[in-house]
């Protein structure tokens, strides 16, 4: 988180943000921040999310993306999760009034593996949602169950940050290779072109470009793809 240096005025960094009606009190100072990202947020629930699913964000940071699915989609379970205790706290106190919003502090790996291993089914959708480290979360995947009982075939969105040398044309390729280089190492550095080995696991993997520097990675974790991520 980039520290704040106060150049005048008085000395507080409590704001209130609001996106879509929706109203969000927190410190800057403790809590980071992208108003850029609201086309992001819209895009991901009237495009990815539907009514009557379990949405889980790792990484939600104070979570607004929560607050509006929880809003603008009916009968869905929203569970948010982040590191940073003042941002779950800014959530839990924005979510009072809304039960279906569940938030944790906590490490995020730890989180992911313990929904892996303790939840009954898997959400419908798992969105990591920090560029840098996101990634390097998929090993969690190895501790979660193959079930046959739910039917639910979990769409993990994986933002993720692409390096600056990378070339335009291989801007979501290069981010799609990350990704699987995580999920299926075959060596130190990503292997290019993976697109269709995820695919051969049924993982339907697509790339979108978020920014000029990240791209948001989805697919389904599928049970094919499961076993080979544990080395069944």
């Known amino acids: 988180m980039n520290k704040l240096n106060l150049l005048a005025g008085i000395n507080n960094t409590q704001v209130t943000v609001v996106e879509s009606g929706i109203s969000l009190s927190f410190d800057l100072q403790e809590c980071d921040w992208n108003a850029r990202l609201a086309a992001e947020r819209q895009y991901l629930i009237n495009h990815e999310f539907q009514d009557d699913e379990t949405i889980v964000e790792v990484c939600c940071g104070v979570g607004m993306l929560c607050l509006l699915t929880a809003t603008k989609l009916r009968n869905t379970t929203v569970y948010a999760h982040d590191a940073n205790p003042s941002c779950i706290k800014a959530l839990q106190q924005a979510s009072k009034k809304m039960p279906q919003i569940h938030a944790t502090c906590g490490d995020p790996f730890e989180f992911l593996v313990d929904m892996g291993l303790e939840w009954e089914k898997l ?94 990675v989805s697919f389904k974790a599928t049970a094919q793809l499961l076993r080979h991520v544990q080395g069944d």
């Open 123 to 216: 959400p419908n959708h798992v969105v990591l949602n920090d560029p840098n480290e996101a990634p390097s979360y998929l090993n969690a995947l190895r501790w979660w169950r193959v079930s046959k009982k739910t039917g639910v075939i979990p769409t993990l969105h994986v933002y993720t940050s692409v390096p600056a040398l990378i070339p335009r044309s291989a801007f979501l390729q290069s981010a799609i290779d990350l990704v699987a280089h995580n999920l299926l190492p075959e060596g130190n550095e990503p292997t290019p072109n993976r697109t269709d080995h995820l695919n051969r696991l049924k993982c339907n993997v697509r790339a979108r470009e978020v920014s000029d520097k990240v791209a948001c």
